[in-house]
């Protein structure tokens, strides 16, 4: 049985830094991609970022240069480092496996597989 536990989320100020991980089991993370999405109150999910097992990464717009997707294979985990925290990136940030060993298209925009139970990221003063 697949889970994907995420932990780290919280309350932080703009100009922050926080750091997500999500531990998984059952057989998704040896090989495939594994990535982040988040979504805030009246907002769709969005991707913030995706990581192929071999390293190379995807991220969305609005958080390059700001946030970093690694993984650590030995562990079967995988981490967001968020810097520099703006109000705008709160949001319920899920761990995503989709078991493929590619992300494609409609990965990046829909996401699909296994979830997260989410994890809050709240940036205010």
């Known amino acids: 049985q697949v889970q994907l536990v995420e932990s780290g989320g919280g309350l932080v100020q703009p100009g922050g830094s926080l750091r997500l991980s999500c531990a998984a089991s059952?057989?998704?993370?040896?090989?495939?991609?594994m990535g982040w999405f988040r979504q805030a109150p009246g907002k769709q999910r969005e991707l913030v970022a995706a990581i192929t097992s071999a390293g190379s990464t995807n991220y969305a717009d609005s958080v390059k240069a700001r946030f970093t997707i690694s993984r650590d294979n030995a562990k079967n985990t995988v981490y967001l480092q968020m810097n520099s925290l703006k109000p705008e990136d709160t949001a319920v940030y899920y761990c995503?496996?989709?078991?493929?060993?590619?992300?494609?298209?409609?990965?990046?925009?829909?996401?699909?597989?296994?979830w997260g139970q989410g994890t809050q990221v709240t940036v205010s003063s």
């Open positions: 059952g057989n998704i993370f040896s090989g495939n991609v």
């Open positions: 995503n496996a989709p078991g493929k060993t590619y992300y494609s298209g409609s990965y990046l925009k829909y996401g699909y597989g296994y």
